[in-house]
């Protein structure tokens, strides 16, 4: 007799648990953000003078470390928004986060491409494409769990639902923007990637609603 697979799932009263996927996602995050840093090679030179000259020849690949590192913290700061949001899951909602998974496990390759021939648009494009198809699918994402409340609380603020939805969606149009930008002007394409992730700097409305719901959250369980 053949093992039920569904049976070694753990469910919630209303569907399967989030919790597998979060701590898959967060071994991937820990995963990617260590490979970025291995396209950098440490120099080995034979004077002063030329171990300055060749540390200032990887700036390029410096630049795109630290842009990628952040943008995948942000990306991982915002799949970890969701999932406080998030009650129960489904396998469509699994394989969504999985096709997410996918586009963020690619960052290092497109970052090491683009840290490598940062003069040419192909590299800021497949670079650019990365991100927008990351955005994307976080976007869809973020639809299939809030639509008719499907996979979340049934009370959850609307406003909230509608304000992280037009974020979500705005910053891979902003990204397509930079790539086109790059057919014009490919400085001031590199300048606009850097500037996404300052957006973020500043926390938005809905993280002070989601740290206050926290709190409330917490409160009530001490109570119990």
Partial sequence: MHPNNDADIQTTSHGLSSMRIMTLADGVFAIVLTLLVLDIKAPQASSEVALISQLLALWPKLFSYIISFIILGIFWFGHHMEFHYIRRSDRIHIWLNLLFLVCIAFIPFSAALLGGNLQYRTAIAIYGLNLIAAGLVRYIHWRYITYGHRLVDVDMDIWIIRKVERVFLIVPFVYLFAICLSFINIPASLILYVFIPVLY??????????????IQRTSHNDDV
Avoid: F
């Fill in 201 to 214: 700097i500043r926390p938005p409305r809905e993280d002070r609603h989601l740290t206050s719901l926290g």
